[in-house]
């Protein structure tokens, strides 16, 4: 007679369980890693874009002796001017005139310019003017400033009308980072800021204070309507911005290279 002995095969309840739990924790950390190469594939694209950005707008200047004026949410990517192609601007603070500089990227349905996170790009140009002159928008009134050798660093150097960077919130009523801007251009990253108070007084200070309208989504954007601008440590959760700005010096030298100053 033989005595026959059930083996049981596969695993106990308890065993599965545990290769459960491993498994979970093991597939966490793969999402996490994901979450945080995907952050970094769009902080890095985004980072490249500003600068092809910045060097469209020295290249534009190199080529019509001016800045463009910030779009809006009405002009469809296009720089929006209170009359005629150059010369006093329908806002100082709005969005990179993509259409106008020609530039590659996706656009939105009221033809802005987007970033890796799917939000316009902001693009702020000095308002600087003497009566019915605006320096940096208009070819002629440029001109007109660098010609006057003597007067040309008083007239712009100390003047409220530049832009200015800061590295937070208290130094621009002292040390900024940059001072005398002619334009600077701001991703707002994922955290960009809204009314719900989740955004940082330092990315606030970037794009809130104004709104535009989008033509064809009726969507209201938040845009700054201060000339002092904040670049400081990156953090996640209070601080993703991204910004870059123009060097007036870079900017005057380019347009001798080209011949659009004397």
């Given at each position: 007679m033989y005595l026959r002995i059930k083996m049981q095969v596969g695993f106990s309840l308890?065993?599965?369980?545990?290769?459960?739990?491993?498994?979970?924790?093991?597939?966490?950390g793969v999402l996490v890693a994901v979450g945080d190469s995907t952050d970094s594939v769009r902080i890095s694209s985004t980072?490249?874009?500003?600068?092809?950005?910045?060097?469209?707008?020295?290249?534009?200047?190199?080529?019509?002796?001016?800045?463009?004026?910030?779009?809006?949410?009405?002009s469809n990517g296009l720089a929006s001017y209170t009359s005629g192609t150059s010369g006093a601007c329908t806002n100082y603070h709005g969005f990179i005139p993509a259409a106008t500089l020609n530039i590659y990227g996706s656009i939105?349905?009221?033809g802005l310019l987007l970033d890796a996170w799917q939000n316009p790009i902001?693009?702020?140009?000095?308002?600087?003017?003497?009566?019915?002159?605006?320096?940096?928008?208009?070819?002629?009134?440029l001109k007109t400033l660098f010609g006057n050798v003597p007067g040309l660093l008083d007239t712009y150097a100390d003047d409220a009308d530049m832009?200015?960077?800061?590295?937070?919130?208290?130094d621009c009523a002292g040390t900024t980072i940059a001072d005398t801007v002619p334009a600077v251009i701001i991703s707002m990253g994922e955290n960009w800021p809204d009314l719900s108070g989740t955004s940082s007084a330092e990315e606030q200070?970037?794009?809130?204070?104004?709104?535009?309208?989008?033509?064809?989504?009726?969507?209201?954007?938040?845009?700054?309507?201060?000339?002092?601008f904040v670049d400081t440590t990156y953090n996640e959760t209070e601080?993703?911005?991204?910004?870059?700005?123009?060097?007036?010096?870079?900017?005057?030298?380019?347009l001798i290279q080209a011949g659009q100053l004397p």
């Open positions: 308890v065993e599965m369980a545990m290769v459960l739990m491993i498994l979970g924790i093991l597939l966490s980072r490249s874009q500003l600068r092809q950005i910045e060097e469209a707008l020295y290249g534009y200047a190199q080529a019509t002796g001016y800045l463009p004026c910030p779009a809006t949410g009405l939105n349905e009221d902001r693009y702020s140009v000095s308002a600087l003017d003497v009566g019915v002159a605006n320096y940096f928008t208009d070819p002629d009134d832009l200015r960077v800061c590295q937070d919130m208290t200070e970037n794009a809130f204070g104004a709104t535009l309208t989008g033509a064809t989504t009726g969507s209201t954007y938040n845009i700054s309507n201060t000339n002092s601080y993703d911005d991204q910004i870059r700005w123009l060097s007036p010096h870079i900017l005057f030298s380019r």
